[in-house]
């Protein structure tokens, strides 16, 4: 299967910055999409943002402006660099990948494993 292992959550000042990382390893064959999604407690899990190879991207309108998604194909690695953090930012951020395995050709979604971001002010 595919490992995705991410980094960089915090907590942070309102207003400050933080950026999150997400690396993909293990048996990958094709990523269509690179994403990432939050959840606070309570609350459904929600997209923040998307970005694909080619370097297409789209964002929720709550952060657009602020986050910005992207991407090192040739390291499997993609980025959420968040600015003008807010308390209703705060929440588990969770890297998602949407491709394929060398072991399982159907196109599945791979999550990784949380980070916390919490935003006081």
């Known amino acids: 299967q595919v490992q995705l292992v991410e980094s960089g959550g915090g907590l942070v000042q309102a207003g400050g910055s933080l950026r999150l990382s997400c690396a993909a390893s293990?048996?990958?064959?094709?990523?269509?999409?690179m994403g990432w999604y939050r959840q606070a407690p309570g609350k459904q899990r929600e997209l923040v943002a998307t970005i694909t190879r080619l370097g297409i991207t789209n964002y929720a309108d709550s952060v657009k402006g602020r986050f910005t998604i992207s991407r090192n194909n040739a390291k499997n690695t993609w980025y959420l660099q968040m600015s003008s953090l807010k308390p209703e930012d705060t929440a588990a951020y969770y890297c998602?990948?949407?491709?394929?395995?060398?072991?399982?050709?159907?196109?599945?979604?791979?999550w990784g494993q949380g980070t916390q971001v919490t935003v006081f002010s």
């Open positions: 998602n990948l949407r491709g394929s395995s060398t072991v399982v050709a159907a196109q599945n979604d791979y």
């Open positions: 293990g048996s990958i064959f094709s990523i269509n999409l």
